[in-house]
């Protein structure tokens, strides 16, 4: 059996970047409080919660005086407000394309524009970024969605950095054929694009694909949707305990690719297991 690494694939630069901000601050602080877990992997979770970590979910939980992170997908300007007037240490990890995205959204809302975010309104980071917005904000999972009282509106359009290229396309086609301006910021960044192509170059040489990466990590997510709709058989896990035999027995080349927060030990373990197979 032949085994094909994506390339690119697993940590992104953000996540790697926020990891490094969070275990310095750990080993600076002791204790370090996340505004929920500090990367979507609950292995890699677990691992820092060793170091230290404590995940909170809302900012009144962490102590005043105490040491707090803000992870990669960032936080509502209100939220970094609460923290700051309660004197905590803020290690601020919000990756610079999700802080762009930020900004965008927030020129858009002063110069007049209805801000449309395609994502998923429940993911955090699309909270922060609907933070940044003054006034009016949609968040929307597709082009079926746009509704028509948009119609002859001013509409600024940007996107979750994990979405696919496809339906942000789609969603800045379908708002250029209703209204009269449109101003469209691509915030999608390229480790996700990166990444979600490297799926599908594995498609086209392996007969099945393990996608590796947490149940709730929204890039992960995708990669997984990438490979099933390619046609190739795939099979999203976490961690390779939870591969099993009879899935690869038959399939003469396997492509292996890893979420954005998937850490690359999990990846080593899964690869190892795959050659012990
Ligand atoms: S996926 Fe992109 S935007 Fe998100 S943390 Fe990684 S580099 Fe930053």
Redesign the pocket.
């Known amino acids: 059996m032949k085994i094909i690494t994506a390339e690119p694939t697993g940590l992104?630069?953000?996540?790697r970047r926020?990891v490094a901000a969070l275990e310095d601050a750990l080993k600076k602080y002791g204790r370090v409080y996340s505004l929920g877990a500090p990367i979507h992997n609950p292995q890699e979770t677990k691992r820092l919660e060793r170091l230290g970590l404590a995940v909170v979910d809302a900012p009144s939980l962490v102590p005043k005086n105490a040491a707090a992170f803000v992870r990669?997908?960032g936080v509502s300007p209100e939220v970094l407000s609460a923290l700051a007037e309660r004197s905590i240490n803020i290690t601020d990890g919000t990756?610079?394309?999700?802080k762009n995205a930020q900004e965008k959204a927030k020129a858009l809302s002063q110069d007049g524009y209805i801000v449309i975010i395609l994502g998923d309104v429940s993911h955090p980071?699309v909270r922060g970024i609907m933070g940044c917005v003054s006034g009016e904000v949609h968040v929307l999972s597709g082009a079926a969605e746009i509704p028509e009282s948009f119609r002859g509106k001013r509409c600024g359009i940007l996107s979750q950095?994990?979405q696919r290229v496809e339906d942000f396309s789609a969603l800045a086609a379908g708002f250029i054929s209703i209204a009269p301006e449109v101003k469209v910021y691509n915030t999608i960044?390229?480790?996700?694009l990166e990444r979600q192509r490297s799926v599908c170059r594995l498609a086209g040489e392996a007969d099945g694909i393990v996608i590796l990466g947490g149940k709730d990590s929204a890039?992960t997510k995708k990669l997984a949707e990438i490979g099933g709709s390619s046609g190739v058989p795939t099979l999203w896990i976490e961690h390779a305990g939870e591969l099993e035999r009879s899935w690869v027995l038959g399939k003469r080349t396997i492509g292996i690719a890893a979420g954005?927060s998937t850490p690359d030990w999990l990846m080593k373990e899964l690869i190892q297991k795959l050659k012990m197979m």
């Open positions: 992104c630069f953000g996540v926020a990669a997908h990756c610079p394309f999700v980071e950095t994990t960044c390229r480790a996700t890039n954005g």
